[in-house]
């Protein structure tokens, strides 16, 4: 199995917000995601996407692009971004969404091979706008990815230790750009993940995001337009069957 990331793709969502007046270079983006995901992706493959999938403010505008996307090869991780308004409860999303896509949200999703966890995340502390309340969001992102961690950690888990890989995703970057850790790459690092993919970051803002090995983990950028709008190919895996779905852990964290 192949193991993909393409973050912040940004689809219609049903909102009249055309991507191109941010530059020629989102021109017809999303038929060239759907084109390049084709040509590179196979049925049995994954593609993790973290975060700002779609414009839509309201779930059901979301399905369109959900569906659309569904139908592509491979199977589909999703996390939630900062403007994916869409975003409903977990038992009500994973009661529409198709066999081929899955959300993470404070669990994991074990693929057999390895497993995918991962939150949203936050501004980092010390970033220009940070302020009181970006700080009680930050720390309630910390106890989020390290719910999912745990449940990552659970079922990664063989008779004699950890046994799988873990990959975790994120929509902020985990670390700063001059790759000084954070409490978000603190927790990353103490448990066996091997790669950490991220987005948010689009055009000029790219050059702020570290990438590279950071504490024995590859963090890797995969925004759309940062990656020519194609999945990028983060690992590889031998063929196993996906053998669960972590539940959501419940602690009475709000939305």
């Given at each position: ?6 973050g ?23 038929e060239?995601?759907?084109e390049?995901?084709?040509a ?12 700002d ?30 403007h ?6 977990p038992?009500k ?5 198709p066999?081929?896509m ?5 669990d994991?999703v074990?693929?057999?091979?390895f ?15 940070f ?10 992102e ?21 046994n ?16 000084e ?14 790669e ?10 790219c050059?702020?995001?570290f ?11 995969c925004?759309?337009?940062?990656l020519?709008f ?23 964290v709000?939305?």
């Amino acid at each position: 199995m192949k193991v993909f990331a393409l973050g912040d793709l940004h689809l219609s969502g049903k909102q009249n917000k055309p991507m191109d007046v941010f530059g020629d270079r989102w021109a017809n983006h999303g038929e060239r995601i759907f084109e390049s995901w084709r040509a590179a992706v196979g049925e049995e493959d994954c593609v993790l996407l973290p975060g700002d999938f779609c414009w839509a403010m309201q779930l059901q505008d979301a399905l369109d692009d959900l569906f659309a996307v569904s139908e592509l090869p491979g199977k589909k991780i999703l996390i939630r971004g900062n403007h994916d308004y869409w975003w409903a409860s977990p038992t009500k999303m994973r009661d529409i969404l198709p066999p081929s896509m899955k959300i993470i949200q404070n669990d994991a999703v074990d693929l057999g091979s390895f497993v995918v966890c991962g939150s949203r995340g936050w501004l980092l502390p010390g970033s220009a706008d940070f302020g009181a309340a970006d700080e009680k969001i930050y720390n309630r992102e910390l106890i989020r990815l390290e719910m999912s961690l745990t449940a990552a950690l659970r079922l990664a888990k063989g008779q004699e230790g950890p046994n799988k890989p873990i990959i975790v995703m994120m929509h902020y970057p985990p670390l700063t750009e001059n790759g000084e850790a954070t409490g978000f790459s603190e927790l990353i690092e103490r448990y066996p993940v091997t790669e950490a993919v991220f987005g948010h970051l689009h055009a000029g803002s790219c050059r702020l995001a570290f990438e590279g090995e950071h504490g024995g983990v590859r963090y890797t950028l995969c925004s759309a337009d940062h990656l020519g709008f194609a999945p990028k190919l983060i690992s590889e895996f031998g063929e196993e069957t996906e053998t669960g779905v972590g539940e959501e852990t419940k602690t009475g964290v709000g939305e």
